[in-house]
T-cell receptor
């Protein structure tokens, strides 16, 4: 079946621009996660949704970052007034359950954001 | 979450076994050991997980030390497609935030043809 998809795959933005990154999780998956991966580093957690509820946004680096999942399926990560330090790969993942020892997260290919 | 330590990089020859180590000396009794890998230009993918006993699946085997302070991911016959960064992650199921994967720097595996 279809995996997690993300769009766009690549985004170049000028400093100060707003960007919106989209994630289509696996159909029926309750949980959705966003991670940020800087060059040469492991992914870092940003935020977590269970259906439409954003249960954890502790990893969002600033109030310029905003995520939503209004109908409990597609999610959008929005970054306002982009800065050069926002340049990274943004990864979306989904899972059929929320946490627990056997939970497996399925990742999309990521959106590579470059802020000039 | 308890910290894991992995070598920065390892090399292997194609069709030979690969043993990827992970140290987690501060592991708690409720920490599960998960492995994910990330192929170039892709998102991470789940490989295997375990608690105490050794585990096998179609991708790999996980050998867990008796004291649980270390584990080894075993690829039985490395292929060029196994070249990736491998992450060893601990997940404490007691914690409400166990859904949060905490990645370290991982081990970059290079497979020589």
């Amino acid at each position: 079946g279809a995996g997690v998809s993300q769009s766009p795959r690549y985004k170049v933005a000028k400093r100060g621009q707003d960007v919106a990154l989209r994630c289509d999780p696996i159909s029926g998956h309750v949980s959705l996660f966003w991670y940020q991966q800087a060059l040469g580093q492991g992914p870092e957690f940003l935020t977590y949704f269970q259906n439409e509820a954003q249960l954890d946004k502790s990893g969002l680096p600033s109030d310029r970052f905003f995520a939503e999942r209004p109908e409990g399926s597609v999610s959008t990560l929005k970054i306002q007034r982009t800065q050069q330090e926002d340049s990274a790969v943004y990864l979306c993942a989904s899972s059929s359950i929320a946490g627990g020892p056997g939970e497996t997260q399925y990742f999309g290919p990521g959106t590579r954001l470059l802020v000039l | 979450d308890a910290k894991t330590t992995q070598p920065n990089s390892m090399e292997s020859n194609e069709e030979e076994p690969v043993h990827l180590p992970c140290n987690h000396s501060t592991i708690s009794g409720t920490d599960y050991i998960h492995w994910y890998r990330q192929l170039p230009s892709q998102g991470p993918e789940y490989v295997i997980h375990g608690l105490t006993s050794n585990v096998n699946n179609r991708m790999a085997s996980l050998a867990i030390a008796e004291d649980r302070k270390s584990s080894t991911l075993i690829l039985h016959r490395a292929t060029l497609r196994d070249a990736a960064v491998y992450y060893c992650i601990l997940r404490d199921v007691r914690m409400d935030s166990s859904y949060k994967l905490i990645f370290g720097s991982g081990t970059r595996l290079l497979v020589r043809p």
